[in-house]
């Protein structure tokens, strides 16, 4: 079933999204904790402003999305593909994105605290104001990001901060 649009749906937790076609589609303020959402082909669509607290998107494809506003503490995001997407003022403290690619994205304001960031590739995306306090940087890169204010909140010695000019 392909999702077209849905809004203000609290009930939404725990469900099975798994291979979930939603290309083009809508989802605002909706509490997706818990769901399984792996695989997930999102393609030109928007979630936002929703609760995404432990939601497993593992493998999920969002090139050209938009997944503003989001809390997705605690979510398990591996894999993602968010190619030149917008994920800005989100919260993904102590969330899993290893190995995801958010090439090209604009990721400004949000929240990586204590996020698990090892492999991800961040080249060409947007920064300004990220906090990546106390998160797992190893072998992230940051080939050709646009960056003024995050690079104070980095504090990962294995990673080259002269990339990012």
């Not at 969330?95 to 960031?117: C, K, Q, Y």
């Not at 990220?130 to 995050?150: E, H, M, R």
Request: with cysteine.
């Amino acid at each position: 079933m392909p999702i077209k649009f849905w809004k203000d749906l609290p009930h939404l937790k725990n469900m099975d999204f798994n291979k979930m076609r939603m290309a083009h589609g809508f989802i605002l303020r909706c509490d997706l904790s818990g769901s399984d959402m792996r695989g997930m082909d999102a393609q030109q669509g928007d979630i936002k402003k929703c609760k995404l607290h432990g939601a497993d998107l593992s493998d999920s494809f969002f090139y050209k999305a938009a997944l503003n506003d989001n809390d997705f503490t605690g979510a398990t995001m591996c894999n993602i593909k968010l190619e030149y997407g917008y994920m800005y003022d989100s919260i993904l403290v102590g969330a899993n994105l290893e190995g995801a690619s958010l090439t090209f994205s604009n990721l400004s304001r949000s929240d990586f605290s204590g996020a698990n960031l090892r492999g991800v590739d961040f080249t060409g995306a947007a920064l300004d104001g990220v906090n990546f306090t106390g998160a797992d940087l190893t072998g992230a890169i940051f080939s050709k990001c646009i960056a003024s204010t995050c690079i104070k909140t980095i504090t990962c010695p294995s990673v080259d901060l002269e990339s990012l000019r």
